[in-house]
């Protein structure tokens, strides 16, 4: 029960007060730390076997600082307790999400075509400039769904089964491989073990996610898309993720997209529909009727165990 109520306190902190301002934010501190264990770590040119153990090295180095929330677990219950909130807190990015899709569906409203492609340049990492309506609010819609797993409900997941720890583990895990799992020249074998970490830490939350997509939309659907879908798609947690909740929202996501420079046919999945702006919107309320779903079985779960 400590624990749901931990997870509900959190979701409320983050729904009212936003991720913290920049300058004081965990993860900035923990980017400089990474950027400084690469420094210490990296060497090149070198044989592709000893750049993925020295990767493999600096992964594990990079993330000691997770290693002092362990010391929450010896405090007195109710610094425990604050201390696990703020933990989960400073984790969780449920309404950072919301506010970037919000903007690019007020700058899609407004029909400023160029400031909607300049706003979810902040959320996707393809390249945007070309891009046409139809582009952002699909681009939009994906980003959401797929961040709705990294940035939320991983954490809780973690932090359910290993308290604040496995929720800091793995929120420094999954920003380590957002700065090192690029495969290009420098970090494809660097980055290899960053990047192998994140997929394994994601494997079981991205499905329990994709899961309640499904449950809270069109199911038949999003479990169709899902099983015919997914195989098809780069990431092995992202594509159960992103096609199960396109087909919970019966929206036809995907498609080709410009990545450095170069067009990628990446496959459509998901429903009939060709998103409107105001399914950016649905997105958004998907992600927060699944948080819910996932409080009231904590809560039920917690009830039940005391």
């Keep these: 029960m400590a624990f749901a109520l931990a997870v509900l306190v959190a979701v409320i902190l983050d729904y009212c007060l936003g991720e913290p301002r920049n300058a004081y934010h965990p993860l900035v501190f923990f980017g ?46 109710l610094p425990k307790a604050l201390c696990s909130v703020a933990v989960l807190y400073f984790c969780i990015g449920a309404r950072s999400l919301q506010r970037h899709a919000v903007a690019v569906y007020q700058a ?48 809780i997941f973690w932090f359910v089964l290993l308290g604040p720890f496995g929720a800091l583990f793995y929120r420094f895990a999954n920003t380590l491989d957002a700065m090192w799992g690029y495969k290009n020249e420098r970090y494809l074998y660097f980055g290899w073990a960053a990047a192998r970490l994140d997929d394994l830490l994601n494997w079981l939350p991205a499905r329990l996610t ?69 399914d950016i919107e649905l997105a958004v309320c998907l992600i927060y009727k699944t948080l819910g779903l996932w409080i009231i079985l904590l809560l039920a779960l917690g009830a039940l165990l005391n």
């Design 32 to 77: 400089r730390w990474v950027a400084f264990s690469e420094k210490v770590f990296w060497r090149y040119p070198q044989f592709p076997w000893r750049q993925k153990l020295v990767g493999l090295m600096a992964c594990l180095f990079a993330l000691l600082p997770s290693s002092a929330a362990l010391l929450i677990e010896n405090l007195p219950a």
């Design 108 to 155: 899609l409203l407004s029909k400023e075509l160029p400031l909607a492609r300049e706003r979810v340049g902040h959320i996707v990492s393809r390249q945007t400039q070309h891009m046409n309506d139809a582009d952002v609010r699909r681009a939009a819609i994906e980003s959401v769904l797929e961040n709705g797993a990294d940035a939320v409900f991983a954490p």
């Design 210 to 278: 994709a899961f309640s997509y499904a449950l809270l939309g069109n199911t038949p659907q999003a479990f169709l898309a899902w099983q015919r879908q997914a195989p098809l798609l780069e990431s092995p947690n992202g594509g159960p993720v992103m096609t199960a909740g396109a087909g919970a929202l019966n929206l036809r996501l995907g498609g080709p997209a410009f990545y450095h420079g170069q067009l990628k046919n990446k496959p459509w999945f998901g429903g009939q529909k060709d998103p409107e702006n105001h």
